[in-house]
């Protein structure tokens, strides 16, 4: 008998081979000051990159105010954007799924004021 850990699962349009999921973990090495995902980002989700599996990526800021911690990536950027799309091109290659966790941390702002901005909350 096989487990249903390893049976397909259609998530809406997306088709999975197994139910074995990647889940977000932060790493914080995106490339300071921008935040914007490295070289070393797209080789480690290569890295763990399977055909027909998923990988729900380290959780990224949808704006420069919902930053918690440094060198944690966003999303919000042209350049961040394209750092994203190098990592979901490797994803792809290797016949894997990725989704996105969108992160805005409220209340619990970097301390220091970015940019001359004042912090929210």
Do not use: C
Not at 16 to 45: I, K, W
Not at 55 to 75: F, K, L, M, N
Not at 93 to 98: F, M
């Amino acid at each position: 008998m096989t487990s249903p850990l390893f049976k397909p699962l259609q998530l809406g349009a997306i088709s999975l081979s197994h139910r074995v999921v990647m889940a977000s973990l932060t790493r914080m090495r995106a490339g300071a000051p921008d935040n914007v995902p490295t070289e070393l980002s797209v080789e480690y989700y290569r890295q763990r990159a399977s055909t027909g599996g998923l990988i729900i990526s380290e959780a990224s800021q949808v704006s420069q105010t919902g930053q918690g911690y440094p060198t944690t990536p966003g999303i919000h950027s042209a350049a961040q954007v394209a750092g994203w799309k190098k990592v979901v091109e490797q994803v792809h290659a290797r016949g894997g799924k990725i989704f996105m966790q969108l992160w805005h941390v409220g209340r619990r702002r970097l301390s220091i004021s970015k940019r001359g901005r004042s912090k929210i909350g």
